[in-house]
Nanobody, 124 residues
Framework: QVQLVESGGGLVQAGGSLRLSCATS????????MGWFRQAPGKEREFVAG????????GYVDSVKGRFTISRDNGKNTVYLQMNSLKPEDTAVYYC?????????????????WGQGTQVTVSS
């Protein structure tokens, strides 16, 4: 079982920034595509950003394009989500997910392992 541990969530004012991290001890991390998802209260979990195995390809939901950046460091078995210009509507629990495949997938059904989530709250 692959364990993913998110960190970096918290409370921030609108316009501020946070960087989420997701780390694993899984030795095959560099072969997995990774994704970030979020779930706001009363809403379904949605795809936020994805990155392929090498970091050479990324994808984003339209609402975060130009504000969020996903990246990875395969030497550290870690994927990041840099979130800038945060808005109150970005408030959610953010989840890291791993896909046993090298390419990005935009739906949660394509991911095999999940972290426990980290809360991001953006105040207006």
């Amino acid at each position: 079982q692959v364990q993913l541990v998110e960190s970096g969530g918290g409370l921030v004012q609108a316009g501020g920034s946070l960087r989420l991290s997701c780390a694993t001890s899984e030795r095959t991390f560099s072969t997995y595509a990774m994704g970030w998802f979020r779930q706001a209260p009363g809403k379904e979990r949605e795809f936020v950003a994805g990155i392929n195995w090498s970091g050479g390809s990324t994808g984003y939901v339209d609402s975060v394009k130009g504000r969020f950046t996903i990246s990875r460091d395969n030497g550290k078995n870690t994927v990041y989500l840099q979130m800038n210009s945060l808005k109150p509507e970005d408030t959610a629990v953010y989840y890291c997910a791993a896909r046993i495949d090298s390419g990005i997938y935009y739906s949660q059904v394509g991911y095999h392992y999940w972290g426990q989530g980290t809360q991001v709250t953006v105040s207006s």
